[in-house]
């Protein structure tokens, strides 16, 4: 279980732009990039449309996909492409889980959001940072790292109120916000890669390494056995039915009688949502209250419950029917990173970034749509960029054969 949740008094960390460590940073940021996460290049396409935005004294704000946990540095180079720093938003453990961390990341124009609860103080930057329209706020909309770079998980509505609240901070000019979509490419020889690290999994299970079967056939079978010893572990046994079913079925088992203790047995919403939820009402006690040690053990456990379905939530059932490259890295990845809390970099990757047109945001919400016309208009564009964004795929390197 990585340490996404802390158990201790929060304090909003608010930006410190420096200029020099800025300066610093984007002069070692590729060097790192290649060496922490395997990106060997990043390209910026339509880049124009933001540096239009800028250029008209806009109030703007960034939102793409989190499907790597490099994508805050990989918008780096978008900030580069239009000479002007960005500012982001992150959770408060990113910002907790060093020193070096804490000290960095608000002179690179990063600060802190608490996603267990309420947080006005980000609240208020964030809105301040857009209506003033001196740097862009760059926000990732699906709240969590994905890993699924061919598939967006349900948005958060936070990026429209924040713009819709700037908008009406504004005295004059515009608010839009540009959704921007990262394609990572991998461009390495895929069995070399992938194999070993199939490998040491297999021997984790005391497998004999399954090399009579093709790499797809193998790493599904990794898959069903890795989700099985879960099912015994909460059902006694495997269950019967295709993956998604068998994923939901394990989130809903998980979520539901922590949602009667927790949350007065409201168990609406999407998965991440009902952890959000849980998490704001599991946390609090933890942080401030005189709880026993055999407590604060169970809340822990519960804690790691709902850390379980976050991670099943972001296994899409049939992610490699159609098995790309990219998509075949991912699920591998994944699977080392739920098994050991980090996973390896990978050489070598490159990043594509698409830049979509602005969205005019407006201070006030139609209401008579039901779902969020902002945040559709995101989710649309970003599917869209999506699709286009393969077309940048170079031909498959000699000996990735997949199928």
């Known amino acids: 279980m990585q340490s996404v949740v802390i158990d201790k008094p929060y304090t909003f960390i608010p930006p410190r732009f420096s200029r020099f460590w800025h300066w610093t940073m984007r002069r070692i940021l590729p060097r790192q990039l290649r060496k922490q996460y395997g990106i060997t290049a990043v390209e910026c396409i339509g880049a124009e449309k933001l540096r239009a935005s800028l250029n008209a004294g806009h109030g703007v704000m960034v939102v793409g996909n989190h499907c790597r946990p490099c994508d805050p540095m990989i918008l780096d180079s978008l900030a580069a492409a239009v000479h002007r720093p960005f500012h982001i938003i992150a959770s408060w453990h990113v910002f907790m889980s060093s020193q070096v961390h804490r000290f960095l990341l608000p002179r690179l124009g990063g600060f802190s959001v608490y996603r267990e609860g309420m947080d006005r103080e980000s609240l208020k930057c964030a809105i301040h940072i857009v209506a003033e329209a001196k740097h862009p706020l760059a926000i990732f909309a699906e709240g969590?790292?994905?890993?699924?770079?061919?598939?967006?998980?349900?948005?958060?509505?936070?990026?429209?109120?924040?713009?819709?609240?700037?908008?009406?901070?504004?005295?004059?000019?515009?608010?839009?916000?540009?959704?921007?979509?990262?394609?990572?490419?991998?461009?390495?020889?895929?069995?070399?890669?992938?194999?070993?690290?199939?490998?040491?999994?297999?021997?984790?299970?005391?497998?004999?390494?399954?090399?009579?079967?093709?790499?797809?056939?193998?790493?599904?079978?990794?898959?069903?056995?890795?989700?099985?010893?879960?099912?015994?572990?909460?059902?006694?046994?495997?269950?019967?039915?295709?993956?998604?079913?068998?994923?939901?079925?394990?989130?809903?088992?998980?979520?539901?009688?922590?949602?009667?203790?927790?949350?007065?047995?409201?168990?609406?919403?999407?998965?991440?949502?009902?952890?959000?939820?849980?998490?704001?009402?599991?946390?609090?006690?933890?942080?401030?209250?005189?709880?026993?040690?055999?407590?604060?053990?169970?809340?822990?456990?519960?804690?790691?419950?709902?850390?379980?379905?976050?991670?099943?939530?972001?296994?899409?059932?049939?992610?490699?029917?159609?098995?790309?490259?990219?998509?075949?890295?991912?699920?591998?990845?994944?699977?080392?990173?739920?098994?050991?809390?980090?996973?390896?970099?990978?050489?070598?990757?490159r990043a594509v970034i698409t830049v979509g047109d602005a969205i005019e945001v407006s201070a006030t919400r139609d209401r008579s749509q039901e779902a969020d016309p902002i945040t559709a208009e995101i989710r649309r564009q970003m599917e869209a960029m999506l699709e286009s964004s393969k077309a940048c795929r170079k031909l498959t390197p000699t000996g990735t054969e997949i199928s």
């Open 144 to 349: 969590i790292i994905t890993r699924c770079n061919d598939r967006l998980v349900n948005f958060m509505e936070g990026p429209a109120f924040m713009a819709r609240a700037a908008a009406k901070q504004r005295k004059q000019g515009k608010v839009v916000i540009h959704p921007v979509f990262i394609r990572y490419f991998f461009e390495g020889d895929l069995l070399k890669t992938v194999i070993p690290v199939v490998e040491e999994i297999e021997n984790r299970l005391s497998w004999q390494p399954q090399v009579q079967l093709p790499l797809r056939e193998r790493i599904h079978k990794v898959g069903n056995a890795l989700l099985a010893l879960k099912e015994i572990e909460y059902f006694q046994s495997p269950q019967p039915g295709r993956f998604r079913e068998r994923l939901q079925r394990l989130q809903d088992h998980l979520l539901t009688p922590l949602e009667d203790q927790w949350c007065a047995g409201r168990h609406d919403g999407d998965p991440m949502a009902r952890v959000k939820r849980l998490r704001s009402a599991i946390l609090p006690e933890m942080v401030t209250g005189d709880l026993t040690e055999s407590e604060r053990a169970k809340r822990w456990r519960h804690l790691a419950e709902v850390y379980l379905v976050q991670q099943l939530h972001c296994y899409p059932g049939d992610y490699i029917e159609n098995p790309t490259p990219e998509r075949i890295l991912e699920t591998v990845e994944r699977y080392e990173e739920d098994l050991t809390d980090l996973a390896r970099p990978h050489f070598p990757i």
